[in-house]
């Protein structure tokens, strides 16, 4: 089982200086390779707070990060060295093959700042940048450390997905949509297992109450036999509904 989150890092987005583009993109590739987010969060250029953040997603064991921003060569770039504090006792290590990129790329220009771009937490391993080729870094191949910008991340993320979460397991799913309130299957709900993906939705955008109820599991007999529950009850009761 793995649990995926995504930290998004940038003060810029939470004063709507820019727009979020990373949410989305995680969603669709995890969903796209029957996985799924179990949270989500959008914070400031904070160390402290990061490293808050960073520290409750480790208490997972079977968490897998995917976090944007905070890894330039700028005074506000903390994520780095939080990165280091969380994961690796603090220590951090110029990266040989991030080197190699760095001293291939700008040559003999490289200073202090440019050297930063590579100081990873130790035992870090890279993504490749596809736009610029200053990498970002991975930890214990769960721990993914990418740029804000979407051009360089979300290749990052892809990257990461094929080579270590290609394919989960496939879930079937199958909703019910009845036309009465939710509160009508309170009972019926309760008797769910709690292992079974459910979830029940009202529709509050009509005159008409509405409510869609559905189900998802790698079996399907699982999903059908939940589905039947209902629409046999729905038939019992008298309500209108459809399965989609």
């Avoid at 250029?45 to 997972?60: A, H, M, R």
């Avoid at 391993?125 to 721990?143: A, C, D, H, K």
Wanted: hydrophobic residues 40%.
């Amino acid at each position: 089982m793995n649990n995926f989150y995504s930290v998004i890092i940038g003060r810029e987005l939470l004063n709507g200086r820019r727009r979020d583009l990373h949410f989305d993109f995680v969603n669709h590739e995890l969903l796209k390779r029957g996985w799924e987010q179990k949270a989500s969060f959008v914070i400031n250029d904070n160390p402290k707070f990061i490293e808050d953040v960073l520290n409750l997603i480790k208490t997972d064991k079977d968490s897998v990060l995917f976090c944007f921003g905070g890894i330039g060569a700028t005074p506000d770039d903390y994520t780095r060295a939080v990165a280091a504090k969380v994961f690796t006792n603090g220590e951090m290590e110029l990266h040989p093959k991030g080197l190699e990129i760095l001293y291939e790329k700008f040559t003999k220009d490289i200073d202090k700042r440019r050297l930063q771009l590579v100081n990873f937490p130790k035992n870090s391993s890279l993504l490749t940048n596809i736009i610029n080729q200053v990498p970002g870094f991975y930890l214990e191949n769960r721990f993914f450390f990418m740029p804000g910008f979407p051009q360089m991340s979300h290749p990052m993320v892809i990257e990461a997905l094929e080579k270590f979460y290609p394919q989960n397991i496939k879930k079937h799913r199958k909703s019910i949509v009845i036309k009465t309130s939710e509160g009508s299957f309170l009972e019926l709900m309760e008797e769910i297992p709690k292992d079974i993906d459910f979830s029940s939705l009202p529709c509050i955008d009509n005159e008409s109450k509405e409510v869609e109820i559905s189900f998802a599991s790698t079996d399907e007999k699982i999903v059908l036999f939940w589905i039947k529950k209902f629409e046999d009850e729905s038939l019992k009761r008298g309500f209108e509904y459809k399965i989609i």
